[in-house]
């Protein structure tokens, strides 16, 4: 694994020992001075970079602000969150034949989704440079995500979203929350194009998770896992299931293992096997593992049930292949049917995710089923958004109502029949 630039010396940029970097050229830039998300020497993308890297004994406190020792800052603009649960499902687990499986539930967090992470660290650093106005494109949480912070802050939002192609619920949250919402006839990657453009000519500032700020908030789920799973078995897990649309979490935990590598605090050894899963209908990410590219290319006609990653142009693919292939992890696709059964076998557990999430589950039945996953294995799998972001998938997936007389005895004749 590579470890991250430990510069020998501070460079001149940086500020409060916080710089970027490009992953491709190493150019370095000053962090706070003027918005920017690719490096202006060779449009690569940037990394955030730190003096010292963290151990856990740096952290201290509660939620992501609990990792400040790996952030930009102390504190940020918070609702709070972080502090997710490592829930047990002890039927999925006998079921999948592994040695012991955990959901680490981001559907938790104050927005229901691991995009509050993000916003927290990314707001902040928005409100250091001076901007006036936040802009994102989004499948729906990441717009939930910014509206509620830049609401807290009192800035302006702008969310462009896919037309027809985005939950209730999440617009339902970026409406209330106050954003100013354009729906475009066009899917998240013709989206994102817009508002990138709209941040290059300095309309907005960009909280997609191309703004490399985002990514530090993320990371902290890493650093959750290995805690909770170090202090309930005394070793950490094998391997992560995580599902995959824009990459940024893969990205984002990768760079988490990264730093602990760096400092120390994490052998090699005992980095866990990042395995990314997406919907079969949106897969670029699966195409460029198995065929080796360093780089995903567009899929410009995208299609799965599962909103959250219905992306077919993965802006941190640079970032997230090198965090599969170097912990030795892989990427699988599944189909909408496996989803669902996957989202229903959660829910039985107790455990409500939108259809996104349970890909995560899905992509491990498949892997257990071919052997990829053995049955030694320690595995986390990582559930990105709360059941109710997809009201109309949710109610899909489960029973349907039971139509009795207003009566007693018939609703008993009704269950006993």
């Given at each position: 694994?590579?470890?991250?630039?430990?510069?020998?010396?501070?460079?001149?940029?940086a500020e409060n020992g916080v710089w970027l970097a490009c992953i491709d050229c190493g150019h370095e830039l000053a962090p706070f001075d003027t918005p920017v998300y690719r490096c202006p020497e060779c449009e690569g993308l940037l990394e955030a970079r730190y003096e010292s890297y963290p151990t856990f004994e740096g952290f201290a406190g509660r939620g992501v602000w609990r990792y400040a020792a790996a952030l930009p800052f102390?504190?940020?603009?918070?609702?709070?969150?972080?502090?997710?649960?490592?829930?047990?499902?002890?039927?999925?687990?006998?079921?999948?034949?592994?040695?012991?499986?955990?959901?680490?539930?981001?559907?938790?967090?104050?927005?229901?989704?691991?995009?509050?992470?993000?916003?927290?660290?990314?707001?902040?650093?928005?409100?250091?440079?001076?901007?006036?106005?936040?802009?994102?494109?989004?499948?729906?949480?990441?717009?939930?995500?910014?509206?509620?912070?830049?609401?807290?802050?009192?800035?302006?939002?702008?969310?462009?979203?896919?037309?027809?192609?985005?939950?209730?619920?999440?617009?339902?949250?970026?409406?209330?929350?106050?954003?100013?919402?354009?729906?475009?006839?066009?899917?998240?990657?013709?989206?994102?194009?817009?508002?990138?453009?709209?941040?290059?000519?300095?309309?907005?500032?960009?909280?997609?998770?191309?703004?490399?700020?985002?990514?530090?908030?993320?990371?902290?789920?890493?650093?959750?896992?290995?805690?909770?799973?170090?202090?309930?078995?005394?070793?950490?897990?094998?391997?992560?299931?995580?599902?995959?649309?824009?990459?940024?979490?893969?990205?984002?935990?990768?760079?988490?293992?990264?730093?602990?590598?760096?400092?120390?605090?994490?052998?090699?050894?005992?980095?866990?096997?990042?395995?990314?899963?997406?919907?079969?209908?949106?897969?670029?990410?699966?195409?460029?593992?198995?065929?080796?590219?360093?780089?995903?290319?567009?899929?410009?006609?995208?299609?799965?049930?599962?909103?959250?990653?219905?992306?077919?142009?993965?802006?941190?693919?640079?970032?997230?292949?090198?965090?599969?292939?170097?912990?030795?992890?892989?990427?699988?696709?599944?189909?909408?049917?496996?989803?669902?059964?996957?989202?229903?076998?959660?829910?039985?557990?107790?455990?409500?995710?939108?259809?996104?999430?349970?890909?995560?589950?899905?992509?491990?039945?498949?892997?257990?089923?071919?052997?990829?996953?053995?049955?030694?294995?320690?595995?986390?799998?990582?559930?990105?958004?709360?059941?109710?972001?997809?009201?109309?998938?949710?109610?899909?997936?489960?029973?349907?109502?039971?139509?009795?007389?207003?009566?007693?005895?018939?609703?008993?004749?009704?269950?006993?029949?």
């Open positions: 694994m590579p470890d991250l630039d430990l510069a020998a010396t501070t460079p001149a940029c102390e504190q940020g603009v918070s609702l709070p969150e972080g502090d997710t649960p490592l829930h047990r499902v002890p039927r999925l687990e006998s079921e999948m034949g592994v040695r012991s499986l955990r959901i680490k539930h981001e559907g938790m967090n104050p927005t229901g989704s691991f995009k509050d992470r993000g916003m927290t660290v990314g707001v902040r650093v928005a409100e250091e440079l001076g901007v006036s106005r936040l802009a994102c494109a989004s499948t729906g949480n990441t717009s939930a995500a910014l509206a509620a912070y830049g609401g807290r802050a009192g800035l302006e939002t702008l969310v462009l979203l896919p037309d027809g192609k985005v939950a209730a619920g999440k617009v339902a949250q970026a409406a209330l929350h106050g954003a100013r919402i354009l729906e475009v006839d066009g899917n998240f990657d013709s989206c994102l194009d817009i508002v990138s453009d709209l941040a290059d000519r300095g309309e907005a500032y960009l909280l997609n998770s191309l703004n490399p700020f985002r990514l530090e908030g993320q990371k902290t789920i890493g650093f959750e896992i290995l805690e909770a799973f170090r202090d309930e078995y005394d070793r950490f897990p094998d391997r992560i299931v995580l599902p995959v649309g824009n990459a940024g979490n893969t990205a984002a935990l990768y760079k988490a293992f990264r730093e602990l590598v760096a400092s120390g605090a994490l052998a090699e050894e005992e980095v866990p096997k990042l395995t990314g899963v997406q919907a079969e209908g949106a897969a670029p990410m699966v195409e460029a593992v198995e065929e080796g590219w360093d780089d995903t290319e567009r899929w410009d006609s995208v299609e799965t049930r599962a909103t959250a990653i219905r992306i077919g142009n993965p802006v941190n693919a640079p970032k997230a292949i090198p965090g599969i292939r170097e912990t030795d992890g892989t990427t699988i696709s599944v189909s909408d049917t496996e989803i669902t059964d996957a989202q229903r076998a959660l829910a039985e557990e107790g455990i409500g995710v939108e259809p996104a999430s349970a890909a995560s589950v899905a992509g491990l039945r498949k892997l257990r089923m071919s052997g990829v996953v053995g049955s030694d294995e320690d595995v986390v799998c990582l559930t990105t958004g709360h059941l109710l972001k997809d009201p109309d998938a949710a109610a899909a997936a489960g029973s349907e109502p039971e139509s009795v007389p207003n009566d007693t005895e018939a609703v008993l004749d009704h269950l006993d029949g």
